[in-house]
């Protein structure tokens, strides 16, 4: 099992920032993905960004150039850090874990809302 914690979501003006975190405990793999992932209301979840535990990372193209994933593989933690956010990017932010035998992991979602 792996529990998933996230943290950092809130309430910002357009054209502003904030980071998401979101920290793995439990049976955690060294080798895993963690990701990002949204869903707006009445839409369908979609990914945001995901990172391997090598580093190796892929993007949603509407996150391309504002949004950038890290992470730090010492704490299982996984960051989202977004900028120049848009009312569009309002959603539930969701992370998820994903070990090397097909397990899936998702945190409870934190909230993005994004003022015009």
């Known amino acids: 099992q792996v529990q998933l914690v996230e943290s950092g979501g809130g309430l910002v003006q357009a054209g502003g920032s904030l980071r998401l975190s979101c920290a793995a405990s439990?049976?955690?793999?060294?080798?895993?993905?963690m990701g990002w992932y949204r869903q707006a209301p009445g839409k369908q979840r979609e990914l945001v960004a995901r990172?391997?535990?090598?580093?190796?990372?892929n993007y949603a193209d509407f996150a391309k150039g504002r949004f950038t994933i890290s992470r730090d593989n010492a704490k299982n933690t996984v960051y989202l850090q977004m900028n120049s956010l848009l009312p569009e990017d309002r959603a539930v932010y969701y992370c998820?874990?994903?070990?090397?035998?097909?397990?899936?992991?998702w945190g409870q979602g934190t909230q993005v809302t994004v003022s015009s």
């Open positions: 439990g049976s955690i793999f060294s080798y895993n993905v």
């Open positions: 990172i391997t535990s090598a580093g190796t990372t």
């Open positions: 998820d874990y994903e070990g090397p035998y097909g397990a899936v992991y």
